[in-house]
């Protein structure tokens, strides 16, 4: 189980918490563009490594957060609301290996 | 083996005896002991059958790592197969039986599967059943699974409680011995809060049982000391009997109390068992280890034990396994039993030393007149059911002896216990000086690792370590202090251990005890060319029973090296996960049990409903009344009487579990637009419009209705089930995708008691009952809605209609729907006013052709439901790109359609597949599913909707006719595709 910094609530558990995938790839602005709205909806990159993700503190404060999550330690560099620009670390940490 | 008392133990009070049963037999143990303790007290060697070949077993270690002393404890519903004797604490009445023999432990017919041992190797099931191939699934499978298999399950329901606990704290310790004390005592002392968690029902761990001194006395009582400074710290929560089964992510660990398991019953309101989730923002592992066997023929008999098992028998529980004891070792440890032994005049014939240099410990055993045996081990074991000698091997030589024994302890030294410090995927690393696996983890943390289970052995550096990892933790946790400095203790001292994986000597050498893997198993596997240790393991199922291979997987990894000519290190270890011993499955349900599962939903007239006769129907969490029967009257003929009252007259139904959701702001309208696939923008303050939600995927999500109280006001109404999801999707847009809107929302659901009321007499009914609003045509268009106040009350009117039929939905406050349901009720009496459940709502939404849950399943897009002109052409909207991707406009799609039968006597069933008349009767030609399915009073047959392949297709006037297949009733019925509306098709009704 994660534990996620939520910033309206502090340090919450996963189990709180719903997720929506990527806060990498913005939603297409033309609603003509077929090709853009279907790389949006089935074309994710799916990183080994640092990642931009929104979560959902929906048995909380039901507000929409994101988060820096490593996808193989599950280290959590950081959190705030889903406008904010929040820095991505350089390299992975020194905290663990992929399971086996 | 004949075991007995001979001395009062640390544990134990033999003056307190303690009645208790095992297969049948009375025997007396002492308070304190186990039930492996008390049977071994009482000369018992034989405790179980093993898995495969049913061979007799004794106890093999004294903790949760025992693989063969596996019992059915207790009786009844409390019943609990795969016992571990050694952690079964004994209480009067205890009741256990040996498993997986019959007719009896000491008789078993299955025995004779040893004679068979030749075909049971490795792998043989996947070698052996291979012929005739149906003989598979009904002969050898059944065979194998009744033959298989320890203990039996009961199957009453449990009688006892389970529970579910958090704890927050700054540095979690696991393991209450001297590594895991000085540890929890260094972090209080720094500061930290601490929790200490013990899985035995006893601190200090080995140091007290191996006879140690702490700073000049008994090592139990510097133990008692600490405890005590422990328990009187309220920064310190120490758990005994208490199971770490795993670390998880950020500091969570999952730990299993056994609150009442060393008791007969649960006292009243305690539960047997609690599972604690414990955050923690440091976590030192100080495990311990386990004691590895030796690998020779017939290593399994009763009577040979982990000698570390015998000297905590002795000094534990005061109890000695044989009154001739052997000892064979690879290394210093196993030379502490001969000393206990000794001490408690116990004659040790031998001590088997593999090391042809046994160093200065085996100078002190010959001083006392032990008889010391270098470069030997033993070979073999003389005796089935007890040992009476064992065949010493000179390795070198090939000579040797028999000596007489009535037990022969064995060390292949220590495995330390590293299973929690590779949860987070850190697998551990081979020490070519220690002769084992470590954990390899980050100096900084978060976990920390001390004493055994980081692969030390001597008492004062297990203390040292612990006092630096309790230090280390505390400052992780952000809290620096100091601590005492650990107290004198024993050093480092004597000769390194030998690695001897297997004795060379002939015959079945068991390596996994639980799962009956021996030394030629393995062999066969790496001859086969299941040569990755994960591989073999899966093969030979080592290491797949009950006890993870705790005992095995170390032993294994060695003779796989010695057999591939290659190190430890390069074989490598299988990967270890939670839980770290059995966890009951009712530890995770814990109070979640039964109809606690998950609340129940209840709407605000659920007690109305109930005294009338409702019969009720799960909607998600909800129950809602699904008709309302007379007594003696069936379901179908209840749901037509409720319809024909409601199409003839009037009725009225509760749907207040629709999902509700205010949204205001002055850009809310804009908000709209975005959201659904229909224009909002327009929509006239007091007027109410069908709303249409997409996924960004293009396919539909949800369906309801947009009311817009005043310019920047709105009520939403969601599909029951959805109201959840389509919050969570309306606040994603806001603060995701469109956060510059200046709106805001909130559910409405369970604030607002909404009552349908329909049928032709339904506006003369709400004009009776609500007389502060006008409800005629020209006041209260189709689609409009009023807000006003009746007697004192909020109340809310829409003119919407889901059963075709003139209708009206009145909201007021949770709280006060009954009151508005009973007026409605009684100004509706002199028109025959009747409630109706689902089943009638679902008749009439069928008869209209509105889509819903089986329609709108996910899969469907606007144009399949015959609703792409609601879509709008301009603008932005979640779903518009999606929505005309081409895939969507491919004619092969299925789509909305009506459909009757040709015969009209012929009934319909939801899930049926519509075939072609012409093609054969295959899945692959289906063209589609019949959705839903009622028979209608109005028409006078079965009426469905369905999803089909090219839809109504009419040729010249003449409607397209397919079949209805349902072979599992073996039906299959000619229907006729129509209009998905078969009532009011110009909606007359509605707009009068």
Known sequence: MLRIPCPCCGLRDETEFTYNGSAEAPRPTDPEDGAAAAAYVYFRANPRGWHAEYWHHAQGCRRWIKVIRHTVTHEIAASGWPDEDLPMPEAAPNTGKAGR | ?992
């Not at chain 2, 405890?227 to 309220?234: E, N, R, V």
């Not at chain 2, 659904?676 to 709303?691: I, S």
Request: glycine share 10%.
């Open chain 2, 1 to 992: 083996m004949s075991g007995f008392r001979a001395s009062t133990g640390l544990f134990t009070d033999p003056r307190r005896p303690i009645g208790f049963r095992f297969d049948g037999h009375a025997y007396q143990g002492a308070a304190g002991d186990t039930l492996a303790s008390a049977l071994i007290a009482n000369g018992v060697s034989l405790f179980g059958r093993s898995f495969k070949y049913h061979r007799p077993r004794g106890l093999l270690s004294l903790g949760s790592d025992e693989p063969n002393a596996l019992v059915e404890l207790r009786s009844g519903a409390r019943t609990e197969p795969n016992s571990r004797a050694p952690m079964v604490e004994l209480y009067e009445g205890l009741v256990a039986r040996s498993q997986n023999r019959w007719p009896s432990l000491r008789f078993d017919v299955q025995a004779a599967n040893q004679l068979a041992g030749p075909m049971l190797v490795a792998g043989f099931y996947y070698k052996t059943f291979m012929w005739p191939r149906s003989f598979w699934k009904s002969v050898y499978e059944p065979m194998i699974r009744r033959a298989a298999g320890l203990g039996r399950a009961t199957l009453a329901p449990d009688p006892d409680t389970y529970e579910q606990a958090h704890l927050h704290t700054d540095v979690l310790v696991v393991g209450g011995g001297v590594a895991g004390l000085m540890a929890a005592a260094s972090a209080a002392a720094a500061g930290a809060r601490v929790v200490l968690a013990e899985e035995t029902a006893h601190l200090g761990g080995r140091a007290p049982l191996d006879g140690e001194e702490i700073d000049g006395a008994a090592a139990q009582t510097w133990v008692d000391a600490i405890a005590a400074q422990l328990a009187a710290d309220d920064k310190v929560r120490v758990l005994t009997r208490t199971t770490v089964a795993g670390l998880y992510d950020h500091g969570v660990a999952r730990a299993i109390e056994r609150v009442a398991d060393h008791l007969a019953e649960p006292p009243a309101g305690q539960p047997r068992q609690r599972a604690w989730t414990i955050r923690a923002e440091a976590i030192v592992v100080a495990a311990g280890g386990h004691e590895r066997p030796l690998v020779f023929p017939d290593n399994d008999r009763p009577g040979v034990m982990l000698a570390s098992a015998a000297r905590s028998l002795l000094t534990g529980y005061g109890v000695a396994v044989g009154r001739h004891c052997v000892i064979a070792t690879t290394n210093d440890d196993a030379y502490l039993t001969a000393y206990r032994l000794v001490d408690a005049g116990v004659e040790v014939a031998a001590i088997l030393d593999a090391r042809p240099e046994p160093g200065p410990e085996a100078a002190r055993a010959a001083a006392i007149g032990l008889r010391v045996l270098p470069g030997t081990a033993p070979a073999g074991v003389v005796g089935s059911k007890s040992v009476r000698a064992v065949d010493a091997l000179e390795l070198a030589s090939g000579g040797g002896e028999r000596i007489a024994c009535d037990a022969l302890l064995v060390s292949g030294g220590w495995t330390p216990a590293v299973h929690l410090t590779t949860h987070l995927g850190r697998a551990p690393v081979w020490s070519d000086t220690l002769a084992a696996f470590v954990p390899d983890l980050p100096k900084d943390g978060p976990i920390f690792v001390a004493g055994t289970a980081a692969g030390t052995l001597a008492l004062s550096d297990c203390m040292t370590e612990g006092r630096r990892a309790g230090l280390d933790a505390a400052a992780r946790a952000g809290v620096s202090g100091t601590a005492p400095p650990r107290p004198p203790a024993k050093a480092l001292e004597g000769a390194p251990p030998v690695a001897l994986w297997q004795v060379p000597a002939r015959g079945k050498a068991f390596v996994d005890f639980q799962n009956d893997v021996t030394a030629k198993d393995l062999a066969l596997a790496q001859r086969e060319n299941y040569a990755s240790i994960e591989h073999t393991k899966r093969y030979t199922t080592l290491g797949m029973a009950t006890d993870q291979g705790k005992t095995s997987a170390v032993n294994a990894i060695g003779i796989v090296a010695g057999l591939r000519g290659v190190s430890p290190a390069e074989v490598g270890t299988t990967t270890f996960r939670p839980p770290y011993t059995p966890v009951a499955v009712a530890t995770f349900a814990g109070h979640a049990v039964g109809k606690h599962h998950a609340p129940t939903r209840r709407s605000g007239l659920h007690d109305w409903h109930a005294r009338h006769g409702a019969t009720f129907v799960e909607a998600g969490q909800w129950l809602r009344p699904q008709i309302y029967g007379k007594p003696g009257e069936s379901m179908f003929d209840a749901t037509m009487r409720e319809v024909r009252q409601v199409r003839s007259a009037v009725g009225l139904c509760d749907v207040s579990t629709l999902g509700k959701i205010d949204l205001f702001g002055p850009d809310a309208a804009t908000f709209l637009n975005l959201l659904y696939a229909n224009a909002f923008a327009k929509l006239p303050v007091g007027k109410v419009r069908y709303g249409l939600m997409l996924r960004e995927d293009g396919h539909v999500f949800d369906d309801g209705t947009v009311s817009r109280l005043a310019e920047d006001r709105f009520f939403i109404t969601t599909t029951t089930a959805n109201a959840g999801p389509v919050l969570a999707h309306m606040e994603y847009a806001h603060e995701v995708l469109w956060p510059e809107l200046d709106v805001a929302m909130c559910t409405a659901t369970e604030q607002w008691c909404s009552i349908a009321v329909a049928g032709p007499k339904s506006r003369e009914v709400l004009a009776k009952a609500l007389p502060a609003f006008d409800v005629s045509a020209d006041a209260l268009p189709f689609m409009g809605v009023r807000e006003g106040v009746q007697d004192g009350v909020a109340t809310r009117v829409f003119r919407i209609s889901f059963s075709g039929e003139l209708a009206y939905e009145v909201a007021v406050p949770w709280g006060h729907g009954e009151a508005l349901w009973t007026r409605l009720l009684a100004a509706g009496e002199p028109f025959g006013i009747i409630p109706y459940g689902t089943e009638a709502l679902g008749v009439m939404r069928i008869e209209k052709g509105h889509p819903a849950g089986p329609e709108l399943n996910g899969h469907t897009m606007a144009q399949d439901l015959g609703m792409a002109r609601l879509m709008k052409t301009s603008g932005d909207f979640i779903g518009r790109a999606m929505a005309h991707h081409r895939a969507a406009h491919d004619p092969d799609r299925p789509v909305l359609v009506g459909l009757k039968p040709r015969q009209r006597d012929q009934r319909l069933r939801a899930g049926a597949h519509l075939l072609d008349p012409d093609a054969p009767k295959t899945l692959e030609t289906s063209l589609g599913w019949v959705s839903s399915c009622q028979y209608s009073p109005e028409c006078g047959h079965w009426i469905a909707l369905g999803l089909l392949k090219g839809g109504r297709r009419d040729d010249g006037g003449v409607p397209r006719r397919v079949v209805a297949a349902y072979p599992l009733k073996n039906e299959w019925v000619d229907v006729l595709v129509v209009d998905p509306c078969f009532v009011d098709p110009d909606g007359s009704r509605l707009h009068a």
